[in-house]
């Protein structure tokens, strides 16, 4: 099984491969858009700020590659919030597979960037299961995809936000399954039998 790893300038790239080493899969981290087409499934994580990132996936047309993948995509933190709309975030342009918006937490009632454990709650799909409802998983972001048809897991912090969506071929996930333990590498195993 051929496992790649989209490479950007994005900061959790080599957390994300030593999961996948646990998982006794070795990936290969690239930018090369035929090893990502021909790859049996692709991960795209990320750390960073939209704006930025988005600009270097669309000098390399990997926006575009994105969108138009068939095998299973997964995107991580940054990565779920690219495969959205619209990012707030520097009123950023994104690749759309999600029609929905990526918005700020409010000012003022807890502390922002949103870091640390929650759960998740109505988990449900491919990855998600009634199994994992109530596990806890590792956040850290200032922005969120609102709740919405494509909401596979929800999770509150301030307001209750798609803590994961799924979409046809396309998962995404807003907390950080390579630093979430158990129900983090259960996700991840998941991905890799679909």
């Given at each position: 099984?051929?496992?790649?790893?989209?490479?950007?300038?994005?900061?959790?790239?080599?957390?994300?491969?030593?999961?996948?080493?646990?998982?006794?899969?070795?990936?290969?981290?690239?930018?090369?858009?035929?090893?990502?087409?021909?790859?049996?499934?692709?991960?795209?994580?990320?750390?960073?700020?939209?704006?930025?990132?988005?600009?270097?996936?669309?000098?390399?047309?990997?926006?575009?590659?994105?969108?138009?993948?068939?095998?299973?995509?997964?995107?991580?933190?940054?990565?779920?919030?690219?495969?959205?709309?619209?990012?707030?975030?520097?009123?950023?342009?994104?690749?759309?597979?999600?029609?929905?918006?990526?918005?700020?937490?409010?000012?003022?009632?807890?502390?922002?960037?949103?870091?640390?454990?929650?759960?998740?709650?109505?988990?449900t799909g491919d990855l998600f299961a009634d199994s994992l409802n109530g596990s806890y998983v590792y956040f850290v972001h200032s922005y969120y995809v609102p709740v919405c048809r494509e909401t596979a897991a929800v999770s509150n912090y301030m307001v209750p936000f798609s803590a994961a969506l799924?979409?046809?071929?396309?998962?995404?996930?807003?907390?950080?399954?390579?630093?979430?333990?158990?129900?983090?590498?259960?996700?991840?195993?998941?991905?890799?039998?679909?």
């Amino acid at each position: 099984m051929k496992i790649a790893v989209i490479k950007y300038n994005a900061g959790n790239i080599r957390s994300v491969d030593h999961a996948l080493g646990r998982l006794g899969v070795t990936a290969e981290i690239t930018d090369d858009p035929g090893v990502i087409e021909a790859a049996d499934k692709v991960i795209f994580p990320g750390v960073g700020e939209a704006g930025t990132t988005m600009k270097y996936l669309q000098e390399r047309g990997l926006d575009q590659l994105i969108a138009g993948l068939k095998q299973p995509v997964l995107g991580i933190c940054l990565g779920q919030q690219l495969m959205c709309r619209w990012s707030e975030e520097g009123d950023t342009p994104c690749i759309g597979i999600f029609d929905e918006p990526v918005v700020r937490f409010p000012d003022g009632q807890l502390k922002v960037p949103h870091m640390g454990w929650n759960s998740l709650e109505r988990t449900t799909g491919d990855l998600f299961a009634d199994s994992l409802n109530g596990s806890y998983v590792y956040f850290v972001h200032s922005y969120y995809v609102p709740v919405c048809r494509e909401t596979a897991a929800v999770s509150n912090y301030m307001v209750p936000f798609s803590a994961a969506l799924q979409k046809d071929n396309f998962y995404a996930t807003q907390f950080h399954p390579e630093k979430s333990g158990d129900p983090g590498e259960s996700i991840l195993s998941r991905f890799l039998k679909l």
